[in-house]
């Protein structure tokens, strides 16, 4: 049994949402899934468009937004159902949404107050309208389908925004309710991304959520496989739109997985991971577009892993943009303890994640989300010492398993890049990073260079796969 999880792209349009159906339809054949959707693809940033536009007194802009979610919608409909009367019961269904966010939109403008659970009504709407509609085209075609209210299940904190599941009533929820319909032979479509606390108001979990919805579901409902569908071939070795020649990665391990998820890739949630390595269920990424594709299978097992031996150092190289370099030099660290924990209190204080750092005897630097170095956070920080800022940088990582022990492996990184200006060099505790930064317009000069080093030549390895279409 499988969790199918299709992300927004591949339900974002009709033809989208009918390639998806065709592809649960065929893992029917070999048992009963239980498919978990995302909204339709640009939904959820309209409905945070719709809460911000009431929020901010602009309730015209709010309606008009409204009526373009409700027309989406009733479009699919149009396209994936024949029959008339199902289409007239789809429409009411879509209203009764589409309302209920209008409502929304007028009580916030009125109050003039957008709080975090507000914002949870709004953006819920999304996988709520996606599942409503995939879920009776299915049963028009034929197929036992149900739809499922997750927010049954997905019981949550209050911690609106960024909710956490209550995992014993979730998985008690799993069993009682899920598990029934899926033993029965009936397929279940339910939602990712959305839950509700004790109290059923309605939460969420969190940009990526869906992924983490689907991730928990297998978990507790002790699935064979987790499957993430999206429109891309899997993981691949970098980013295809920096270098063409990028390659799909046929297996990796969870530590790989997770690091490059943090480090930036787009493809998985970094939270996605930790349900399916407490249980070890394998993931497979694969591309809703290319089906037949194999796709990248994140496993520790070592029977799955058999076969797919790599005698390569790098699996793939992850890039964020959007940063900025700290640095702060003082006289202050030389020689005294404390000084990091000072530092350190700052970046709690104003709630700002950092992501590398490197560190000498008088300065440190690290590097922060640009939109989070704010001239508060300058100014508390120059208490400790001298600050200077580098904005419009991007940190980019080369991540393999026990990559650090590799000998040699630094200097072909570094002799790769020889045409590339280095802001900052940083390799952590992680065994499978090393990390460096780079301004944004070099970034893909940088991971051009790096990947004709670690991967020209290695077409014929069992695990990379040109990307099916390319």
Request: glycine fraction near 8%; include cysteine; proline fraction near 3%.
């Amino acid at each position: 049994m499988a969790v199918m999880k299709f992300g927004g792209t591949s339900v974002g349009t009709a033809r989208a949402m009918q390639q998806a159906i065709a592809i649960v339809a065929e893992k029917r054949k070999s048992g009963v899934p239980l498919v978990v959707l995302s909204a339709c693809s640009g939904i959820t940033n309209k409905l945070i468009q719709i809460a911000e536009a009431a929020g901010a007194g602009r309730l015209e802009e709010a309606l008009l937004k409204a009526a373009e979610v409700r027309k989406h919608h009733i479009d699919l409909v149009a396209e994936l159902v024949s029959s008339q009367e199902l289409r007239q019961e789809l429409a009411g269904k879509i209203d009764v949404y589409v309302t209920h966010l209008e409502m929304l939109a007028k009580g916030i403008e009125i109050v003039g107050e957008l709080t975090e659970r507000s914002m949870d009504s709004f953006c819920s709407c999304g996988e709520l309208l996606s599942t409503t509609v995939f879920a009776a085209a299915m049963k028009e075609q034929g197929h036992q389908c149900q739809w499922l209210d997750v927010r049954q299940v997905m019981i949550t904190d209050d911690r609106f925004g960024f909710a956490r599941p209550i995992e014993e009533i979730c998985e008690a929820n799993t069993a009682g309710i899920i598990r029934p319909l899926l033993d029965s032979g009936v397929i279940v479509v339910t939602q990712g991304y959305i839950g509700s606390n004790t109290a059923g108001k309605t939460t969420t979990l969190g940009r990526g959520g869906s992924d983490l919805s689907a991730a928990l579901l297998g978990a507790w409902l002790h699935d064979d496989s987790i499957e993430i569908w999206t429109d891309v071939d899997g993981v691949m070795t970098c980013d295809p739109r920096m270098v063409p020649e990028a390659r799909s990665i046929r297996v990796m391990t969870f530590s790989e997985a997770a690091e490059l998820a943090y480090l930036g890739a787009k493809v998985l949630h970094p939270d996605t991971i930790a349900p399916a390595v407490k249980k070890n269920i394998p993931v497979y990424v694969l591309n809703s577009w290319h089906p037949d594709a194999k796709g990248t299978l994140i496993t520790d097992d070592p029977e799955l892993l058999s076969g797919m031996s790599y005698d390569g150092l790098v699996k793939s190289i992850a890039v964020k943009k959007g940063q900025a370099i700290v640095n702060v030099r003082s006289n202050r660290m030389f020689g005294r303890h404390g000084f990091m924990s000072e530092l350190f209190d700052v970046f709690e204080r104003f709630s700002v994640s950092v992501e590398m750092i490197s560190t000498s005897e008088v300065s440190v630097s690290l590097t922060i989300e640009d939109s989070s170095a704010s001239e508060p956070l300058i100014q508390a920080l120059s208490a400790l010492g001298e600050v200077e800022i580098e904005h419009n940088v991007a940190t980019v990582s080369v991540v393999g398993d026990n990559l650090r022990l590799s000998k040699g492996v630094a200097g072909r990184i570094f002799s790769s890049l020889h045409n590339v200006n280095l802001r900052m060099i940083s390799q952590g505790a992680s065994e499978i990073n090393v990390g460096f930064v780079v301004e944004e317009h070099d970034v893909t000069a940088a991971v051009s260079a790096l990947h004709s080093e670690f991967f020209s030549g290695q077409e014929g390895s069992a695990i990379f796969e040109k990307p099916a279409g390319r």
